[in-house]
């Protein structure tokens, strides 16, 4: 607790100091440095809201996190099959969707691909 108290004091200096920014007259530099100090005080909040976190709810928010993530790389691999399997069904490539996808790697490490750049750019017909 002792590090919640310090930030708190740490908030109460910057708040300080906000006001007495708010004396000077309104120039780039006192608009960029109160900008800054705000900045500063929400990283701080941000902190102490962290440290007044339980353990359920840090677990919580771990578990949500790693479901969004998986989420995310679902649909772009939903997304990127499609892609291939348009590709393998409007071109005659001869190619299995395995072998789509490795030619779409060796493309996109800039390596020749055996498969046109017109019809890796629009698949529909």
Do not use: H
């Amino acid at each position: 607790m002792r590090k919640i108290d310090r930030l708190r004091s740490e908030i109460e200096v910057i708040k300080k100091e906000i006001e007495q920014l708010q004396v000077f007259r309104q120039t780039a530099q006192t608009k960029k440095f109160l900008r800054q100090l705000m900045g500063e005080r929400m990283n701080i909040q941000n902190q102490i809201q962290k440290l007044l976190k339980s353990k359920n709810q840090k677990e919580e928010e771990r578990q949500k996190k790693r479901s969004d993530a998986n989420k995310n790389r679902s649909q772009k691999m939903r997304r990127s099959w499609n892609y291939f399997r348009s590709i393998q069904k409007n071109f005659d490539t001869g190619k299995s969707l395995r072998e789509i996808r490795s030619e779409f790697s060796k493309l996109r490490r800039g390596l020749e691909s055996d498969i046109s750049d017109v019809i890796w750019r629009n698949p529909s017909p």
